[in-house]
């Protein structure tokens, strides 16, 4: 700890006055020290040493729900898993989380884009008038919810706006969509509209293009199925002069459960 000032002008003083050849009291100068030395701040008896706070580790929430969705060995504890998972940044927005809804074990499985405002609303995925249509078409190929069909979705929680979700609110929930898939087994699988189709297909081309004719989905876990990419209903609501297309590719659903034996 340097000196205070005052005592290094004494001390430069008094070394000045005895070059100069001036007698110098010692006791005085002594004096003058201790009073100079009273007036410095003590010297802290430790140095104080900067506190290092441990950095928070970003949360790789892929991973998360990659173990989450490994523990559950039932459709009832994935739900509650994905229910429970906080992964996802569109479920603070969200008023439920719409898991899935119809028969598990259905050798059909339709897997959408994600809830709409009447899912939101009831926490079950197609209910709304997109939902009403898809069970008019489900019907036509005698496939009902209740009985042979199970229904979910890419995306669990409704984006603001009933935007597209991002690439990354659909990774979050992707093991938890593999798991369900292995869980269930389904012998067919429908990607209803582009959203499911591109990030199940990993593909950029429209749904336009990946309609009319059969895929393979591969889960993380190494369950294959077909998947028939189709027009979403949503979508036939607006245009309903494609449902030709869709009705299409809804026998195409059926010849193949046929030939699979579901
Ligand atoms: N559209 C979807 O893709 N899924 C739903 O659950 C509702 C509307």
Redesign the pocket.
Known sequence: MPAPASIDAIQALTEWWGDMGVEVDDATVQAYLKVAEGAAPAAPAVSPTPVRRPRRKKVDWVEEARNAAAACDSVEALKAAIEAFEGSPLKAAAEKT?VYDGTPGASLMVI?????P??DRRG?????P??QL?DRMLAAIQRDRKENAF?T?VNYWRPPGNRNPEAEELAVCRPFVDRMIELTQPKVIIA??G??AKSLLASSDGIMRLRGTEHVYKTAGGFAAPLIPIL???YLLRRPQDKSRAWRDLLLVEQRLGELGG
């Open positions: 719409a959408g884009e994600g809830p709409g009447e899912e079950v995925p197609f209910v709304g997109a939902g898809l229904i979705n209803a509209g959203v499911p979403h209903p949503a």
